[in-house]
């Protein structure tokens, strides 16, 4: 039985969003950092995964729920929702639900708009998989 780690979570959530292609020139970055003047743009930030233990069994996490933010960072609005529908499509493959979704923003340092999808899913040490959030 593996102990599925945030630095785990994060690595495969990273791993998932960068082999997705926004648009034809592929230039769309999958970044851990805030984005700033100079990054490559349009790109993923994948915030540090939040981790819940729900069940223990002799002091070993069996069942843990993830949470994780990711914003969409883009020079249109439009693009920001295509690609937030892109994130869904590919998380959902690993049983990730969105739950919560918010209001677009203009960034003034970056002259960007930025969307945040918030994901959730449970990971059963048991089955060493990830199940619904129910």
Known sequence: ?????????????????????????????????????????????????LESIM???NAIPILKT??????????????????????????RKKNFIRTNTSPILFDEITKKYRLITTYEVRYNALTNCFNFIK
């Open 66 to 91: 993830f949470q994780v933010q990711i914003e969409h960072w883009t020079s249109k609005q439009r693009e920001a929702m295509e690609m937030a529908n892109k994130t869904d499509l590919e998380l």
């Open 1 to 49: 039985m593996k102990d599925f780690t945030t630095k785990d979570m994060s690595d495969l959530i990273y791993n998932v969003l960068s082999k997705i292609k926004d648009n034809e020139k592929d230039n769309t970055e999958t970044v851990l950092q805030t984005p700033t003047t100079e990054s490559i743009f349009p790109c993923r930030l994948i915030n540090t995964p």
């Open 55 to 57: 069940r223990t069994e």
